[in-house]
């Protein structure tokens, strides 16, 4: 196993960090590998917002399920699907003289390019942390960015085509968080298919939620499906990004009618 191999099979998500701060050189090493990455067509359809403001960070804390090691992350970037950056280069190369000399109209992005730019922003984001990882830092995804859209447009001045997709915390983890036991996987078959996707049968299920029952309490529920249920799918922060995702892509599509700027 090579070392990039041995990075990607050891890494784990650290919520406890060292005193010891990541020097600038080392932030913009991090930041440059991430915009490094793969993009669509190149177009870079993601923002890296690089959070230094404590006051601004013990917002987040509380305004993402309430998890205060946010706040004292050494290092908190937020990956942004960007569609603004373009749109505002298209306006300022009058696109719409063009749209208007071909007789059709001006088209804004919609979901489709919603889509691509999420995809943009989360390869960069996961390039930023095998970077980080390889400099002995270590890293934590917020998913919960994605709840309360207004207050995060609010409290980041985001314009239409700039959503929050994830955010990423950074440090250098404690001698107990090096040494924390790796999270386990579901088996490859169960994961990796070849040509077609394949529905798993009962027995499959079983196995694979096997090392899940070994690894947790179940609390009143019943096996690992219902834990999991009640404490994902059908739990108030999973309703509350439900509705908030909503709304967000309502705001980038400018609803269901016409194209608009």
């Known amino acids: 196993m090579n070392e990039t191999l041995r990075l990607i099979h050891q890494r784990r998500s650290v919520r406890s ?11 913009d090493a991090i930041i440059q590998a991430a915009m490094r990455a793969p993009s669509a067509g190149n177009l870079m359809l993601y923002s890296i917002l690089e959070i230094e403001d404590q006051a601004l960070k013990e917002q987040l804390a509380e305004s993402c399920d309430h998890q205060p090691f946010i706040a004292r992350a050494p290092l908190l970037l937020l ?20 749209c208007e000399s071909e007789g059709r109209p001006m088209r804004h992005p919609r979901e489709g390019d919603l889509l691509l730019a999420c995809c943009d922003a989360l390869i960069a984001a996961h390039t930023a942390v095998v970077a980080a990882e390889s400099l002995g830092i270590g890293s934590c995804y917020i998913g919960d960015i994605l709840e309360r859209y207004e207050v995060h447009r609010e409290l980041l001045g985001l314009p239409r085509y700039a959503l929050p997709i994830t955010l990423v915390c950074f440090g250098y983890p404690t001698q107990a968080a090096r040494e924390r036991t790796l999270t386990p996987r579901f088996p490859q078959s169960c994961i990796h298919f070849k040509d077609r996707y394949r529905r798993l049968d009962e027995d499959e299920i079983q196995g694979m939620l096997e090392s899940r029952r070994r690894a947790r309490g179940l609390g009143s529920a019943a096996n690992v499906g219902q834990h999991t249920y009640a404490h994902k799918l059908s739990a108030d922060f999973t309703l509350e990004m439900t509705r908030s995702v909503r709304a967000a892509i309502r705001a980038w599509t400018g609803g269901a009618g016409e194209e608009t700027d």
């Open 17 to 27: 960090y060292d005193d010891r701060p990541i020097g600038r050189s080392t932030v």
């Open 79 to 98: 990956f942004l699907a960007d569609y603004q950056r373009w749109m505002d280069i298209f306006h300022a190369s009058d696109v719409r003289s063009l």
